[in-house]
């Protein structure tokens, strides 16, 4: 018996019949990123959304006259806004889902000629 750890073979020497560090794998870092991690982050960015949100919403009560077509309303400039910003986002939503489904039936396709 030299007294040595058996259950962990030296890889180098270190002098002082304590077993070497195991060389790093590559790719596994100690501190990768977990999915815990990112939720909390994305947590974080989403109240300082909310906060900047609340901020606009607070600063801009002043009641605008809103037309459309043959309708008129008297709303807060803020929620005339905000409304205006979920129908942009929604038309844009609804053209790059119609790209995106046409870029499949291509590929599809493409696929079944070869």
């Known amino acids: 018996m030299t007294g040595k750890p ?3 073979p030296t ?3 270190t002098g002082d019949g304590t077993p070497a560090p195991e060389p ?3 790719g596994l870092d100690p501190l990768r990123r977990s999915m ?3 939720t909390w982050v994305g947590l974080g960015g989403f109240a300082v959304v909310l906060l900047l949100i ?3 919403v607070l600063q801009n009560t002043n009641s605008v006259k809103v037309s459309f077509l043959f309708w008129d ?3 807060p400039l803020a929620v005339a806004l905000m409304v205006a910003v979920a129908g942009g986002i929604l ?3 609804l053209a790059g889902t119609v790209r995106i489904l046409q870029l499949r039936r291509r590929v599809r ?4 000629t070869r």
């Open 36 to 38: 815990l991690s990112k």
């Open 11 to 13: 890889t180098g020497n």
């Open 24 to 26: 790093e794998r590559p």
């Open 54 to 56: 609340t901020d606009f």
């Open 91 to 93: 038309v844009t939503s």
């Open 6 to 8: 058996k259950d962990r």
């Open 73 to 75: 309303w008297h709303v």
């Open 109 to 112: 396709r493409d696929r079944k």
